[in-house]
């Protein structure tokens, strides 16, 4: 079974710098996409970024970019230059590729992002 | 609406009672999908509707949850004589089915089992 561990619960940073969120997963599969989840206390996850396994480049929106390393199975988040409104939990999430099937998601277990002004 | 909408926002009830949730996806997204996140836990898989049908069930805890979805939209999720340990806030998302599309999620349901 897949795996996701975020082993850092809490996080913070100072307005303005650069922080970065890890992840590693576990799976035996090629083909398979990974996801960065922002919960601000609404609830409501927000999808920040995602990355195709099978793409070598790494992902970019905006302030927030990833550092996809496929061998050592590693998925960070990078925000740069970090405002008050990036203060969330942070999920990372794992799904197989697969065009026609279920496409459920597995979680990490989060880190709670504080920013400091 | 134009995003996922999920009712009651935030539910209380006593132990033993059956709870309903429900969940009203994105017009036109076929797939649908509920979670579940315990207290300082992660979303934890529990079914997928494909349409009305849900081939995959596997990440439902017991046979005292279950869900329905009717006419290929709204989804209700189920529980029956509810636990303490049920307490959690109960998330659904939507997407189309064809692939690669990103599920978009509800605000929830937080569900307190006194």
């Known amino acids: 079974a897949q795996t996701v561990t975020q082993s850092q619960p809490e996080m913070s940073v100072q307005e303005a710098e650069t922080v970065t969120l890890s992840c590693t997963y576990d799976?035996?599969?090629?083909?398979?996409?990974l996801f960065w989840y922002k919960q601000p206390p609404s609830r409501q996850m927000i999808l920040v970024i995602r990355?195709?396994?099978?793409?070598?480049q790494n992902a970019t929106e905006n302030r927030f970019s990833v550092n996809f390393q496929k061998a050592a199975k590693s998925f960070s988040l990078k925000i740069s230059d970090s405002q008050l409104g990036d203060a969330a939990m942070y999920f990372c999430?794992?799904?197989?590729?697969?065009?026609?099937?279920?496409?459920?998601?597995?979680f990490g277990t989060g880190t709670r992002l504080t920013i400091i002004p | 609406g134009a995003g996922v909408s999920q009712s009651p926002s935030n539910k209380v009830t006593e132990k033993g009672k059956d709870v309903e949730l429900r969940c009203d996806p994105i017009?036109?997204?076929?797939?649908l999908y509920w979670y579940r996140q315990s207290l300082g836990q992660g979303l934890e898989f529990l079914i997928y509707?494909?349409?009305?049908?849900?081939?995959?069930k596997s990440g439902l805890p017991s046979d005292r949850f279950s869900a329905e979805r009717t006419g290929g939209s709204v989804s209700t999720l189920t529980i029956q004589r509810t636990q303490q340990e049920d307490s959690a806030v109960y998330l659904c998302?939507?997407?189309?089915?064809?692939?690669?599309?990103?599920?978009?999620f509800g605000d929830g349901t937080r569900l307190s089992i006194l």
């Open positions: 990355q195709e396994a099978y793409k070598q």
């Open positions: 017009s036109g997204h076929t797939a």
């Open positions: 509707f494909q349409g009305n049908s849900a081939p995959d």
């Open positions: 999430a794992y799904r197989e590729g697969s065009n026609f099937g279920n496409e459920k998601l597995t």
């Open positions: 799976t035996s599969e090629s083909d398979y996409y």
């Open positions: 998302a939507s997407s189309y089915r064809v692939g690669n599309q990103p599920q978009h």
